[in-house]
Nanobody, 115 residues
Framework: QVQLVESGGGLVQAGGSLRLSCAAS????????MGWYRQTPGKQRELVAS???????NYVDSVKGRFTITMDNAKNTVFLQMNSLKPEDTANYYC?????????WGQGTQVTVSS
């Protein structure tokens, strides 16, 4: 079993920045993919960014050039640096980890961007 603990959400004005963190603990596999998804009421959860343990990254088009995902493999922690935030980035952000064919989710952290 793997536990994911998120931190870093909050309220920020448009154009501002936030940094999300997600620490994994428990039965950790060195081969994994971690990422961030977001969801707003009435909409499907969407992938924002992901990173493999080998360092390959993937971003949804709407955040390219503004968000950066990084991973500290030694600490089993993934970070999402969010710059130039827009009101449409407002959502509940969920940390995700995939390893050994199993998906794990964090509890979610709210990001609110005011205009």
């Amino acid at each position: 079993q793997v536990q994911l603990v998120e931190s870093g959400g909050g309220l920020v004005q448009a154009g501002g920045s936030l940094r999300l963190s997600c620490a994994a603990s428990g039965s950790i596999s060195k081969i994994n993919t971690m990422g961030w998804y977001r969801q707003t009421p009435g909409k499907q959860r969407e992938l924002v960014a992901s990173i493999t343990s080998g360092g390959s990254t993937n971003y949804v088009d709407s955040v390219k050039g503004r968000f950066t995902i990084t991973m500290d493999n030694a600490k089993n922690t993934v970070f999402l640096q969010m710059n130039s935030l827009k009101p449409e980035d407002t959502a509940n952000y969920y940390c995700h980890r995939a390893q050994s064919g199993v998906n794990y989710w964090g509890q979610g952290t709210q990001v609110t961007v005011s205009s």
